[in-house]
């Protein structure tokens, strides 16, 4: 098997991802990354022997030695970028969100039907061991019929990785319910087996909105703007973001195509970070406990009864190897990817889902910024619908 030639634009904190796709000799290597930043450029350079790298992300896109193009920049550029590709007649990877409007989402599914070019979104963490779990139980039965699913997502480390660079202005994301919960949102549509018809939110800049510890505009980050026990309090954070003009903590109620009620919440100043997820069906209920290593899925079904800590199952989460991102997901998202790009067929992310992952937290957005009213989230085009359905595939004329 020859190796498929990977173009990569943007070489920032998602660059190991194009690390990991970079396995010269076993299906696939990186020749051309395009990124702004000559540090950044000079540390691709680095970490991907015989890499070219240059700044302008046309020379990867129409680069004669590039099969297909990994999207790894800041989410409203995706779009742009990916349409671009597509158009050159190369499969893309694009990095989640889709792009940060129903409008963008919708031109890039619509630039890939028109192009007949493969379209991928990365939306990892439908790879990720704990999600797997979960969606195989609530499939298998374990809940009955699904009814309601809850998540919530404490976001933790959101002072330092959502509050100091371009997640914190509306301008880069609409909002942080779109742009952090797009993979929250995708997973609960997976599990709930529909997609969001309505939503309603409320949300508020409680906490990194009165800090006015801002670096200076053009400043860059400070050298410790993440670390893994400090900056606690959130009040404590310094060199925040010139902007900030994001939501920190978003409540969101959600009515489902196929009935459905789910609710999604997300808190960036709380102490712990992960995400936890209750799904409700007609015949019993489960929850996970903890996402990474020794994270658990309970499921009670046997009978009512108060809280029971022992659960009528209990399941332990698969361990990712050793250094795999995201709880073992990247790999297996860049075998899918690559895989996709070979052969075409079915995959487990999906840009219908991703594009209405993105539609459900614009429209929230749009309702928590005026006061809680109820939004629609619009259908995605049929044709569109059709083609995507079908594994990408031309239909009949
Ligand atoms: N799936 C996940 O779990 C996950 C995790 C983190 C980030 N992300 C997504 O990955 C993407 C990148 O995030 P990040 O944290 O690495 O951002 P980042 O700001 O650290 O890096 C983006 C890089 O892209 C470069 N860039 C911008 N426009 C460019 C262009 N036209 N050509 C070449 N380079 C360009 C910038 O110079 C920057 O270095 C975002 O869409 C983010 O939402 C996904």
Not at 137 to 158: D, I
Request: proline share 6%.
């Amino acid at each position: 098997m020859t190796d498929l030639r990977l173009g990569v634009l943007g070489f920032g904190l998602r660059g190991p991802l194009a690390l990991t796709a970079h396995r010269p000799g076993r299906g696939s290597r990186v020749t051309v990354l395009a990124e702004h930043d000559p540090l950044l450029r000079g540390a691709a350079a680095a970490r991907i022997p015989g890499v070219r790298t240059v700044d302008d992300h046309r020379e990867v896109v129409h680069a004669p030695d590039v099969d297909a193009v990994l999207v790894l920049t800041p989410d409203h550029t995706h779009a742009d970028l990916a349409r671009e590709a597509l158009r050159a007649g190369r499969p893309v990877f694009v990095e989640k969100p889709l792009d940060i409007t129903i409008e963008r989402c919708d031109a890039v599914l619509r630039t890939a039907f028109e192009t007949g070019t493969r379209l991928y979104v990365g939306h990892n963490m439908r790879h990720m061991p704990v999600i797997r779990l979960m969606r195989d139980l609530v499939r298998g039965g374990a809940v009955g019929t699904v009814k309601t699913v809850w998540v919530r997502h404490f976001v933790g480390f959101g002072g330092d990785w959502y509050f100091k660079d371009w997640h914190a202005e509306r301008r880069f994301t609409t909002g942080l319910l779109l742009q952090k919960g797009a993979h929250d949102l995708d997973v609960l549509h997976w599990l709930a087996g529909g997609y969001t018809r309505q939503v309603q939110a409320l949300g508020d800049l409680m906490v990194y909105g009165d800090n006015r510890h801002r670096r200076a505009p053009g400043e860059p980050k400070t050298e410790d703007w993440y670390t893994d026990s400090g900056h606690w309090p959130p009040h404590a954070q310094r060199a925040l973001n010139p902007v900030i003009d994001v939501e920190d903590v978003s409540l969101v109620n959600l009515r489902l195509d196929n009935g459905v009620l789910a609710a999604y919440q997300q808190c960036h100043f709380t102490p712990d970070y992960w995400r936890n997820y209750t799904v409700i069906g007609d015949a019993g209920r489960l929850e996970n406990f903890g996402d990474g290593p020794g994270a658990v899925v309970k499921v009670w079904n046997s009978r009512r009864s108060g809280h029971r800590d022992r659960a009528d199952a209990e399941y332990s989460v698969p361990e990712p190897p050793e250094g795999a991102g995201h709880g073992g997901a990247d790999p297996l998202l860049i075998d899918e990817f690559l895989r996709f790009v070979r052969e075409g067929g079915r995959t487990d992310t999906s840009p219908v889902a991703a594009r209405m992952a993105v539609a459900a937290g614009f429209r929230a957005t749009e309702s928590l910024r005026d006061g809680g009213t109820a939004r629609e989230v619009p259908a995605l085009d049929p044709e569109l619908l059709a083609y995507f359905e079908r594994g990408q595939v031309p239909g009949e004329a």
